[in-house]
């Protein structure tokens, strides 16, 4: 036996080697290989070796895993929910720093993490309709998430009863694209300053003073004007306009400035060169500086950049009063700088002297050169406001840019692309917000948001009864709708719809202190534009009296509502990490008890 155990032993040391060889034989390079791998001890081999293992996971099935999911719903719903409708509560977040009180749907959603996993990915689902529908709409969360719950819950409860989830999602998904057809064509467009008033008002809480604010900034830079918010030092919240097109770049030089007090550069009148070259010899400018030294008009030059002999020529003849003349940087980098060249150009009604179509300054008429009415140069920004001779020529730049916005769904895109229009179109209003407290800063600072934003939406796609009465009147268009699904399931689908449409109006109730059930059921007796009117308490025209919802916010509430609705209900499982406590594992409240059999 011994004797037979030392002679394998002796053929496993002779095998080994011989195999080793054969491979380094075949492979080039192999004895290298096998010989630094042998050199490698096998302590530095085991420390190499790489280990994945995979973090153990709970898996919940059918109703338990739909009844875990409705908890967390339920939870982030009723925690959201507070903050609907004029009379709504606000909300206290204790996170770093000083806790916030808020009354924003989707920053209450998104603070909200629950502790057992199954709760918490259904959660996740409504804060994706609030997040969703913000990011479309700007406002609307709250009244999205409400919508969810409804539709969730209801459907639920249809599925649990044997309903087939994937025909009670049609159902819905067919219903909801004829009442978005059915609210495009009852919507109404905005009306003036009144209906602008009255949208940002609702959206900021019935905030009057915050509705006025908007109504201003949006009448001074217009629909396609952009409103930016700050933080103001002071207690007053005001509203700062900048006229013309603003460019974030400087004079190059100080020694161009006209008014030395101040430190600006001041013209009237004034013409612009527009080129995307860099300027150094005095040659490239000469013709230009004769041109308009004839026409008696200050001059700007916009170029990639202006150094050596050339900016000592302009600043020297500048000091000596020979010349009115300045220059800046182009803003912008790469194919963005190019297109706000183009911009500049139309705007003043200049040629953009581009080097790509072989323009050269030098060449350059007084023709091809632009004109502004007014052009203010600091050490860091110009402004420049256009003639009014180059309207048209504005207004078709302005739709090409939105037509590239519409392709667009890059973020930072849209931001710059938005700002281009503003920029083109009228201008930029800041709103200062000023609180006496942090807290009431970021709270104040929210609600201008979401009045900013519904504002905008309103003007897209017009204005509808606030109030929740829309979402009523929209339910009684449902059994016209039903009428025409011939699966019976779908048509269940559909009568969820129909109920899930009346919470928000009855949440809106019940936080004003009303019996919900009971002003839905008025609500739904009555014409279009009638609802309730929670601040006043009483039932009236919504739309003559002020209580105005953007179209635009309802529709994408109830698509966004819908879209996750369908979701839940056709899930099936849920995967999730198995949460460790102290002392091991921690069973999930939702996991179904199996007993250990051996």
């Given at each position: 036996?011994?004797?037979?155990?030392?002679?394998?032993?002796?053929?496993?040391?002779?095998?080994?080697?011989?195999?080793?060889?054969?491979?380094?034989?075949?492979?080039?390079?192999?004895?290298?290989?096998?010989?630094?791998?042998?050199?490698?001890?096998?302590t530095a081999r085991a420390r190499r070796s790489l280990s994945v293992r995979a973090e153990a996971k709970d898996i919940l099935f059918d109703q338990a895993a739909r009844s875990a999911m409705q908890a967390g719903i339920d939870k982030l719903a009723d925690a959201v929910g507070v903050t609907l409708g004029p009379r709504g509560r606000n909300v206290v977040l204790d996170e770093f720093g000083n806790p916030k009180v808020?009354?924003?749907?989707?920053?209450?959603?998104?603070?909200?993490?629950?502790?057992?996993?199954?709760?918490?990915?259904?959660?996740?689902?409504?804060?994706?309709?609030?997040?969703?529908?913000?990011?479309?709409?700007?406002?609307?969360?709250?009244?999205?998430?409400?919508?969810?719950?409804?539709?969730?819950?209801?459907?639920?409860?249809?599925?649990?009863?044997?309903?087939?989830?994937?025909?009670?999602?049609?159902?819905?998904?067919?219903?909801?694209?004829?009442?978005?057809?059915?609210?495009?064509?009852?919507?109404?467009?905005?009306?003036?300053?009144?209906?602008?008033?009255?949208?940002?008002?609702?959206?900021?809480?019935?905030?009057?003073?915050?509705?006025?604010?908007?109504?201003?900034?949006?009448?001074?830079?217009?629909?396609?004007?952009?409103?930016?918010?700050?933080?103001?030092?002071?207690?007053?919240?005001?509203?700062?306009?900048?006229?013309?097109?603003?460019?974030?770049?400087?004079?190059?030089?100080?020694?161009?400035?006209?008014?030395?007090?101040?430190?600006?550069?001041?013209?009237?009148?004034?013409?612009?060169?527009?080129?995307?070259?860099?300027?150094?010899?005095?040659?490239?400018?000469?013709?230009?500086?004769?041109?308009?030294?004839?026409?008696?008009?200050?001059?700007?030059?916009?170029?990639?950049?202006?150094?050596?002999?050339?900016?000592?020529?302009?600043?020297?003849?500048?000091?000596?009063?020979?010349?009115?003349?300045?220059?800046?940087?182009?803003?912008?980098?790469?194919?963005?700088?190019?297109?706000?060249?183009?911009?500049?150009?139309?705007?003043?009604?200049?040629?953009?002297?581009?080097?790509?179509?072989?323009?050269?300054?030098?060449?350059?008429?007084?023709?091809?050169?632009?004109?502004?009415?007014?052009?203010?140069?600091?050490?860091?920004?110009?402004?420049?406001?256009?003639?009014?001779?180059?309207?048209?020529?504005?207004?078709?730049?302005?739709?090409?840019?939105?037509?590239?916005?519409?392709?667009?769904?890059?973020?930072?895109?849209?931001?710059?692309?938005?700002?281009?229009?503003?920029?083109?179109?009228?201008?930029?209003?800041?709103?200062?917000?000023?609180?006496?407290?942090?807290?009431?800063?970021?709270?104040?600072?929210?609600?201008?948001?979401?009045?900013?934003n519904a504002t905008f939406a309103a003007i897209e796609e017009g204005i509808v009864p606030g109030g929740g009465a829309t979402m009523v009147h929209l339910a009684a268009l449902v059994p016209a709708i039903k009428a025409h699904l011939t699966d019976a399931e779908e048509r269940i689908g559909a009568d969820i719809v129909e109920k899930a449409l009346l919470a928000p109006c009855a949440l809106i109730a019940h936080n004003?202190?009303?019996?919900?059930?009971?002003?839905?059921?008025?609500?739904?007796?009555?014409?279009?534009?009638?609802?309730?009117?929670?601040?006043?308490?009483?039932?009236?025209?919504?739309?003559?009296?002020?209580?105005?919802?953007?179209?635009?916010?309802?529709?994408?509430?109830?698509?966004?509502?819908?879209?996750?609705?369908?979701?839940?209900?056709?899930?099936?499982?849920?995967?999730?990490?198995?949460?460790?406590?102290?002392?091991?594992?921690?069973?999930?409240?939702?996991?179904?008890?199996?007993?250990?059999?051996?």
């Amino acid at each position: 036996m011994a004797s037979s155990l030392a002679h394998s032993m002796a053929a496993a040391r002779t095998v080994v080697p011989s195999k080793i060889s054969k491979t380094a034989a075949l492979a080039p390079g192999g004895r290298q290989l096998a010989a630094s791998f042998a050199r490698v001890p096998a302590t530095a081999r085991a420390r190499r070796s790489l280990s994945v293992r995979a973090e153990a996971k709970d898996i919940l099935f059918d109703q338990a895993a739909r009844s875990a999911m409705q908890a967390g719903i339920d939870k982030l719903a009723d925690a959201v929910g507070v903050t609907l409708g004029p009379r709504g509560r606000n909300v206290v977040l204790d996170e770093f720093g000083n806790p916030k009180v808020i009354n924003d749907g989707v920053t209450i959603a998104r603070a909200i993490e629950l502790p057992d996993p199954m709760e918490n990915a259904g959660a996740a689902l409504i804060r994706e309709v609030a997040s969703r529908t913000n990011d479309s709409a700007g406002d609307g969360t709250t009244t999205a998430s409400v919508l969810a719950r409804a539709l969730i819950n209801l459907g639920l409860l249809n599925v649990t009863a044997g309903a087939n989830p994937v025909a009670l999602k049609k159902g819905i998904d067919k219903t909801v694209a004829k009442l978005v057809d059915a609210l495009k064509d009852n919507a109404r467009p905005v009306k003036g300053r009144d209906d602008i008033k009255a949208v940002a008002t609702i959206s900021a809480g019935n905030d009057e003073e915050i509705g006025e604010m908007i109504a201003d900034a949006v009448d001074k830079v217009g629909a396609d004007g952009v409103l930016s918010i700050e933080s103001s030092s002071s207690f007053d919240t005001t509203v700062e306009v900048e006229e013309g097109m603003a460019i974030d770049r400087g004079y190059i030089s100080p020694q161009f400035a006209t008014n030395t007090e101040k430190m600006l550069v001041e013209f009237d009148n004034a013409r612009v060169l527009v080129t995307d070259q860099k300027i150094t010899a005095i040659k490239d400018i000469i013709p230009v500086l004769e041109r308009t030294s004839q026409l008696s008009a200050p001059l700007l030059i916009i170029a990639e950049d202006v150094s050596g002999e050339a900016l000592a020529t302009l600043v020297v003849n500048k000091l000596r009063g020979v010349l009115q003349v300045a220059a800046i940087k182009a803003p912008g980098f790469g194919e963005r700088r190019k297109a706000l060249l183009q911009d500049i150009a139309i705007v003043t009604g200049a040629e953009f002297m581009a080097s790509d179509l072989g323009l050269k300054v030098e060449g350059a008429t007084a023709d091809q050169l632009g004109l502004a009415r007014k052009v203010t140069i600091s050490s860091s920004a110009t402004t420049i406001i256009a003639d009014s001779a180059t309207k048209d020529e504005i207004a078709a730049r302005v739709a090409q840019i939105k037509r590239e916005l519409a392709e667009t769904d890059s973020v930072y895109d849209t931001e710059k692309l938005s700002e281009r229009i503003a920029k083109l179109a009228g201008g930029v209003a800041v709103i200062k917000v000023g609180a006496a407290t942090e807290t009431e800063l970021e709270d104040r600072k929210l609600r201008i948001e979401d009045a900013k934003n519904a504002t905008f939406a309103a003007i897209e796609e017009g204005i509808v009864p606030g109030g929740g009465a829309t979402m009523v009147h929209l339910a009684a268009l449902v059994p016209a709708i039903k009428a025409h699904l011939t699966d019976a399931e779908e048509r269940i689908g559909a009568d969820i719809v129909e109920k899930a449409l009346l919470a928000p109006c009855a949440l809106i109730a019940h936080n004003a202190g009303v019996e919900g059930a009971v002003v839905v059921e008025r609500v739904r007796e009555s014409e279009w534009a009638v609802g309730y009117n929670a601040m006043t308490d009483q039932y009236e025209d919504l739309l003559a009296s002020g209580v105005i919802d953007p179209a635009k916010v309802t529709r994408c509430a109830l698509q966004n509502a819908a879209s996750v609705a369908g979701m839940v209900l056709t899930t099936q499982a849920i995967v999730v990490e198995k949460s460790k406590g102290k002392s091991g594992a921690a069973a999930s409240p939702y996991s179904p008890q199996v007993p250990l059999t051996l």
